[in-house]
């Protein structure tokens, strides 16, 4: 079976592009193939979002197969809190029987925080659990039982990581835990202060990570102070510098200035030693990516052997 368009050109050295698509709250097929059309030709691969935010979505996986169908490549997200080992690892077979060949595996936001508090959780197995199980179907044969499979799921393996939780010590250590759990790729949290994340990828280099997984590091464009503020305050484990929010409120056309900030990071992190990549999540602004793309020297995108 042919590796993934995003394994293929990771692989290969080239720098990779992927992007977010946050399915609908309904069953609306056509949001999904809409969402999908803006971003097609502009990336090598979209994520697929699991019930973002805890809020009651179309599932990932369905969304997934209408983007497949589009001709587009989907990293299909799987969160641990809502499906126990079992449901996660039929939903895995099940994904790869229809075609798409990434995941990237994370525990998910806590459903207290989303539309439905009420609901209960189940966290049978964390990210680093899971990102080990679909490793050990992959590259053994087996589920979590030991029962072999007749067709292992050749999937890419994908993580999320960021760089600017605290303690910032353990950040790296973490990271070396999910590369050793059996993580291809990781994608990082929205990357806004540069210096911290320069650190980051330093050590990384310097503990040899990045020559074992592939590094991505997160990308959204900001589109006011307002968002900034919000960003730095209300999301845990996100830093948004001082002087980019005064330089959003000091402009007449913040959008505008926003995305020159995420050029202007693009830029700086594909500079570095380590990055192999960027993800770019516009968060319902899926319109602007093409614009990003383009504007940062990223487009055409290179072909591959399925091409």
């Not at 009651?56 to 996986?61: D, E, F, G, N």
């Amino acid at each position: 079976m042919n590796a993934s368009k995003l394994q293929q050109i990771l692989s290969s050295g080239k720098f990779a592009v992927t992007a977010e698509c946050g399915p609908p709250r309904g069953a609306n097929a056509e949001a999904v193939r809409k969402k999908g059309c803006l971003l097609k030709d502009y990336v090598d691969a979209v994520n697929v979002t699991d019930n973002q935010t805890a809020i009651v979505r179309m599932s990932s996986l369905a969304a997934c197969a209408h983007l497949l169908n589009l001709g587009l490549e989907p990293v299909l997200q799987m969160v641990t809190r809502d499906r126990n080992r079992i449901a996660l690892q039929s939903d895995l077979m099940g994904a790869y029987s229809l075609g798409i060949r990434n995941v990237l595996c994370l525990s998910g936001d806590h459903q207290t925080f989303g539309s439905q508090p009420d609901a209960a959780n189940v966290f049978d197995i964390d990210s680093m659990n899971l990102v080990h199980a679909v490793r050990t179907m992959r590259d053994e044969g087996k589920d979590m039982s030991g029962f072999k499979l007749d067709v292992p799921p050749q999937m890419f393996i994908g993580a999320a990581e960021n760089p600017f939780a605290d303690p910032f010590d353990f950040r790296v250590i973490r990271l070396a835990k999910k590369v050793s759990a059996g993580a291809d790729f990781i994608q990082t949290q929205c990357v806004y202060d540069v210096e911290r994340f320069r650190e980051w990828i330093r050590q990384s280099c310097e503990m040899g990570l990045t020559e074992q997984v592939h590094i991505l590091p997160g990308i959204t464009p900001l589109k006011s102070a307002r968002m900034a503020r919000y960003m730095a305050t209300k999301v845990p484990g996100m830093r948004v510098p001082d002087a980019l929010i005064r330089r959003l409120e000091g402009s007449p056309r913040p959008a505008e200035e926003g995305l020159k900030i995420c050029l202007e990071t693009i830029e700086e992190v594909r500079g570095m030693k380590g990055v192999h990549g960027v993800h770019i999540m516009a968060i319902e602004s899926e319109e602007k990516v093409p614009e990003i793309v383009k504007a940062a020297g990223l487009y055409p995108r290179p072909e591959t052997n399925d091409e």
